[in-house]
C-alpha cells in the first residue's frame, strides 16, 4: 500500500529495496516556449492515438485540451496582461511570507544593477504588459497515488524507478483509478474518445483500459531518459535523480525570486502535502489552478480509514435495525 | 496596448469583457474555427483579445479532475447491490422467526438482483472479458478491490440458499443428486453469511465513491455509507411489500419506514455537511430533479405504509414507489458526481478555502506549492 511510502522513497516502500534512486520531471515552464516537442516525441514513442476530432478549441495555441488516455505530455497556453502579472507577482511573495526563506529585495525592472555584471543572469524578463505562460503538463507520479491505491487488479504498480506504472494487458478498464487521480490524468481509453473523425488505419492498442505517462519505462529500463525530456529543445523538461531535480529547483526558484520575479514558485516540491510529493516537480509562475492543477490536492485514500469505519458503522446500523424491526413486529 | 505603427489600419476593437469577481460561469468556452476571426493575417489580433473572457481562476474553464467512465449500469448496480444485500438480512430474519414466503421471496430478490447487478457491474468495465482479473488480489486499499471480494462471497452463499429454496420450490427437482443433504445442511451456516455480508454489500459502496477526487462524492465521504444503507434498507422493505402477503411484512413495513427516515435526514446531513458548491449538483439539474423525485416518492411510500400497510394492493403500490425512490437515489448521487467535474470551480474554490483555512490555523508546511 503506497500510503505507507516512508523517507526511503516510495519505491523502497513497495519492496523494491533502497538500492535504486527515485527518478522523476522538473519542468521549470520560465523557460519553457511552448514548441510542443515533448507532446509529439510522447506521442510517437508510446504510439499514444489521436486525441479528438481536431477541433480548434480557441484558448491561445493550445489545440490539445487537457492529459488524458492517449495525451501524456500537455502544453498548456496562458495569455496574461498587466493586472494578472502583477496579481501573481503578489501571490508569489505571500508564499515567502509564510515561513519560506527570505529572499532579497525586488530590483525596479529595467534598471541595471550596479557593479559587476558578469554573473548577472541576462535573461530578458517578461514584460509588464503582456505575458505568454507556457507549460508542459504530464502525470505527477505521486508518492501517494491514489490510482495505484484503489486499483483492484494490480494492474497499476509502483516502478523500481518509483513511478506509477499501467499494466496494459492486467488492466480490465473498471475506472475507479480515473475517479482517484486528483490531478485528473489518467483515463480509460474508450471508444468515445479515440474515435476521431480523421479516419486512420491503424489499429487503437489498449482499447478499453486506464492509460497515462509511464515515465517511458520502456526506455528507463535500458538506461535511456523519457522522450519528452530528451526532445525538449530549451530544457524546461528535465529528467534525473528526484532529490538531486528538487534541489536544483529550488535554486532556480530563489535566482528567480532575486531576480524580482517573485511569481515564481514550486509545485508538488513538499513530501508533507497532500499526495507526499511528486516525482513531476514543476516551477511555475503563477497559481496552480491558473494551469489547470488543483491548488490543494489530496490523495483520496488518505482518509479511507474513517471511509472503511462509515462503512462499518452504517452496516452494523442496517442490521441493527433489520433485528430490531423482526423483534418489533413480532406482535 | 499600440505595438506597431500597422495598429492604425486595424479596425477598432469592442470593448474588452471582463469576468466580475464572484459572477456566474461564463459561457460556451469551445469556439469554432469561423468564429475564431478571418484567416488574413491583419485581423488576427482578435483571437488574442478574445481570450480575455476567460477568468484566470481556471484554465480555460477545463475540469481539473475527470470523471469515472461509470454511466448508468453502475447505478443499477448501486441500487440492485443494495437490495440484495438488504434482502439477504431480511431471508435469514425471515428464516429465524418462521416466515416461510418472506424467506422465500427475500432469497430469491437477493439473488436475483445480485445476478443482475453483477452483470451490469461487468458490463460498465472497458474489459468485460477481463472481469476475473479483480480477483488476483485483494487489496485493502481499494473499496472496488474489498467490494468485488464482499460482492463475490455474498454471491456465493446466496447462491446456496436461493438453490435451496428453488429446489423445494419445484419438488427437489434440482439434479443435486448426492449432495441434496450436503447442501441443505449448510443453510443455516450460509444464512447468517448472508445476513453478515449483507450489510456490507450495501455499505461498501459509499467508501467506492467517497474515496475518489470527485468533488461532490469526496465531500460525500462521511455521509455516502449511511445514506446507502438506508436507501438499501427501504428498497429491502419495498420489495417485500411488492412480493411476500402482509400477513408475513409487518418486520419488512418497519424496516422501509426507517429506511425512509435514515435516508431523508442523511441526504440532508450530507448536503450540509458540503461546500455550497459541491453541494449544488445534488440540487440542481438531472441529478437534482432525480434526488427530489426520490425523496417524494420515499417519502409517500412511507406513509402509503404506514396507512395502508396492511392492505395488499397499497402496500404493493408503496413497495414499488419505495424501490423507484431507492433506485432514483443512486441514480442521483452517480450523475451528480459525473456532473460536479465539469465544472472546475467545484475543485478549485472548496480547495482553495481549505488550504486557506489551515494556513489561518498556523499550518504553514502542507502546501503543495512552495517557495524555494
Known sequence: ?331 | MSITPLDADRPPEGPRRRRRPGAGRTGRRRRSIDRLGSTDGGREQAVVEDITIDPYDSYYGRPVVKAPPWRAPIAVYLFLGGLAGGSGILATGARLTGRPVLRRTARLTALGALGVGTVALIEDLGRPERFLNMMRTLKISSPMSVGTWILGSFGAVSGVVGAIEVDRMTGERIPLGPLRPLVHGAETPAALAQAALGPLLASYTGALLGDTAVPTWAAGRKHLSALFVSSATLATGGAAMLTAPVSETRPARLLAVAGVAGDVASLHAMKASMHPLEAEPLETGRPGTMLRWAERLAVAGAVGTVLGGRHRAVAAVSGAALLAASALTRFGVLEAGLESVKDPRRVIEPQKARLAARRDAGITDDSITTVG
Open chain 1, 1 to 331: 500500500m503506497s500510503l505507507l511510502a516512508g523517507p526511503a522513497g516510495p519505491a523502497a516502500a513497495s519492496g523494491w529495496g533502497g538500492d535504486q534512486q527515485r527518478v522523476g520531471f522538473f519542468t521549470d515552464t520560465s523557460i519553457c516556449i511552448g514548441c510542443k516537442a515533448c507532446e509529439v516525441a510522447c506521442k510517437e514513442w508510446n504510439r499514444n492515438p489521436v486525441d479528438g476530432d481536431l477541433e480548434i478549441l480557441g484558448s491561445s495555441y493550445d489545440n490539445t485540451g487537457a492529459l488524458g488516455a492517449n495525451t501524456w505530455r500537455h502544453v498548456a497556453f496562458v495569455e496574461q496582461g498587466r493586472e494578472r502579472i502583477e496579481a501573481a507577482q503578489e501571490s508569489g511573495r505571500k508564499l515567502v511570507g509564510l515561513g519560506m526563506p527570505t529572499v532579497g529585495p525586488r530590483p525596479p525592472r529595467g534598471q541595471t544593477p550596479d557593479g559587476d555584471l558578469s554573473g548577472t543572469d541576462r535573461t530578458p524578463p517578461n514584460t509588464q504588459e503582456f505575458r505568454w505562460l507556457m507549460s508542459s503538463d504530464v502525470c505527477k507520479h505521486c508518492t501517494n497515488a491514489g490510482c495505484l491505491d484503489v486499483c483492484p487488479t494490480g494492474a497499476i504498480f509502483r516502478s523500481e524507478f518509483g513511478s506509477v506504472v499501467v499494466q496494459s494487458d492486467v488492466c480490465n478498464g473498471c475506472g475507479t483509478c480515473v475517479a482517484a487521480c486528483p490531478f485528473g490524468v489518467i483515463e480509460r481509453r474508450d471508444d468515445g474518445t479515440v474515435s476521431a473523425k480523421v479516419e486512420r488505419d491503424e489499429d487503437v492498442p489498449h482499447a478499453g483500459t486506464a492509460n497515462k505517462c509511464t515515465l517511458c519505462y520502456d526506455r528507463l529500463v535500458v538506461g535511456e531518459q523519457p522522450a519528452c525530456s530528451a526532445t525538449c529543445p530549451t530544457q524546461s523538461i528535465r529528467f534525473g535523480e528526484h532529490d538531486e531535480l528538487v534541489d536544483s529547483a529550488e535554486d532556480r526558484v530563489r535566482a528567480l525570486h532575486e531576480q524580482g520575479m517573485t511569481e515564481a514558485r514550486l509545485y508538488g516540491a513538499n513530501p508533507k502535502d497532500g499526495v507526499g510529493g511528486t516525482g513531476s516537480v514543476f516551477l511555475l509562475l503563477d497559481e496552480p489552478e491558473v494551469y489547470g492543477l488543483p491548488p490543494d490536492p489530496q490523495v483520496p485514500t488518505k482518509e479511507l480509514p474513517q471511509m472503511y469505519a462509515r462503512v462499518g458503522i452504517a452496516a452494523a446500523g442496517m442490521l441493527a435495525a433489520t433485528a430490531l424491526a423482526f423483534l418489533g413486529g413480532r406482535r
